[in-house]
Nanobody, 125 residues
């Protein structure tokens, strides 16, 4: 049973940074793709970033390119989303997701089988 647990969310001022971590367990993730999605109140869940467990390639939503990075630590079975230059419009519940085995990186939420419980990120202006 795949389990994903997010941590690292919170409240930050605009221009600040946060680092979200996703601890993955319950499977061998070497053939998985991992993604981050977010959902703001009244909006659909949207893609933020994704990575193959091998470490590349990586993909980002246009809205976060140049500000967010995604990485994974195979030894710790974690995926990290580093968020810099945060804006109020980044405020949302952020979800970690996993799918596999797969040879491609998936950027749509419909392609992911496993989800974390979500964590709140609030950016104040």
């Amino acid at each position: 049973q795949v389990q994903l647990v997010e941590s690292g969310g919170g409240l930050v001022q605009a221009g600040g940074s946060l680092r979200l971590s996703c601890a993955a367990s319950g499977s061998t993730f070497s053939s998985y793709a991992m993604g981050w999605f977010r959902q703001a109140p009244g909006k659909e869940r949207e893609f933020v970033a994704a990575i193959r467990w091998s470490g590349d390639p990586t993909y980002f939503a246009d809205s976060v390119k140049g500000r967010f990075t995604i990485s994974r630590d195979s030894a710790k079975n974690t995926v990290t989303l580093q968020m810099n230059s945060l804006k109020p419009e980044d405020t949302a519940v952020y979800y970690c997701a996993a799918t596999g085995p797969t040879r491609v990186v998936i950027t749509t939420r419909y392609g992911y089988q496993h989800w974390g419980q979500g964590i709140q990120v609030t950016v104040s202006s």
